[in-house]
Nanobody
């Protein structure tokens, strides 16, 4: 069983920064792709950023140049550094981790969600 715990959300002013973390623990052989999504109030869940098993990254146009996704493989922890925050970045942010279990089965897990509010 793998547990995923998100942390680091909260309140930021426009132009400010926050860093989200997503720590996975349990029977993980290897983490494959890891993705951040977000869901603004009253809207659907949108893709934010992805990092592949090889470290290749991809970003939504709305966050490109402001957000950075990274991963510490030794700690099985995913990060999202968010700079130059805008009010429209306000959302609940979810991490999604696809991993290979020690039983060599591909599994996908979600974090519990972390609220980020950007307001003057």
């Amino acid at each position: 069983q793998v547990q995923v715990v998100e942390s680091g959300g909260g309140l930021a002013h426009p132009g400010g920064s926050l860093r989200l973390s997503c720590a996975a623990s349990g029977s993980i052989f290897r983490i494959n792709a890891s993705v951040w999504y977000r869901q603004a109030p009253g809207k659907g869940r949108d893709f934010v950023a992805l990092i592949s098993s090889s470290g290749t990254t991809n970003y939504a146009d709305s966050v490109k140049g402001r957000f950075t996704i990274s991963r510490d493989n030794a700690k099985n922890t995913l990060y999202l550094q968010m700079n130059s925050l805008k009010p429209e970045d306000t959302a609940v942010y979810y991490c999604n981790i696809n991993y290979l279990s020690i039983a060599l089965v591909n599994v996908e897990v979600w974090g519990q969600g972390n609220l980020v509010t950007v307001s003057p």
